[in-house]
């Protein structure tokens, strides 16, 4: 038996041998509706915009952290780095100085009552870092 075969503007399903044009996710004929795709530029564009904005703003914050951190390692490879013959106590403040061969020292007299070469003032918090003051 020899089947017939549809003109191509039928849209017929052989699998299940149904006419099934109605239930098609797309246009079967030259009088159905245009397929159009949207114009998503504007949208990209915009996003985009965002995105680097986001991405910008992130990217400074961790590099003002960084910097902060960088500060705060050379604060106190400065400081334990320096001569001092005492332990220093938590929260109390300290003043770095520089002697006469350049070298540095801490010390607990301020730089009101001494004239030698004054670095900066560092208090020891809790733990163990040294944050200039």
């Known amino acids: ?23 098609k996710p797309y246009a079967t004929n030259l009088g159905a509706p245009a397929i159009s795709t949207n114009d ?12 680097n904005k986001h991405v910008k703003a992130r990217y400074d914050e961790l590099k003002s ?4 951190l960088l ?3 050379e604060y106190n490879k400065l400081v ?7 332990e220093p106590i938590v929260g109390n403040r300290y003043h770095l100085y520089k002697d006469e061969q350049q070298q540095s020292f801490l010390s ?5 009552e001494c004239n030698f070469d004054y670095i900066g003032s560092f ?3 809790a733990d163990k ?5």
């Open 108 to 112: 607990i007299i301020s730089p009101e």
């Open 129 to 133: 870092m040294w944050e200039k003051v």
């Open 65 to 68: 952290e960084l910097d902060d």
């Open 40 to 51: 998503t530029t504007a949208w990209k564009n915009n996003n985009i915009d965002k995105v």
């Open 71 to 73: 500060q705060t390692f």
């Open 123 to 125: 208090r020891l918090n």
């Open 80 to 86: 334990y780095a320096a001569k001092f013959s005492f």
């Open 1 to 23: 038996m020899k089947e017939s075969k549809k003109p191509d503007q039928v849209v017929f399903n052989e699998e299940t041998n149904d006419y099934d044009a109605a239930i």
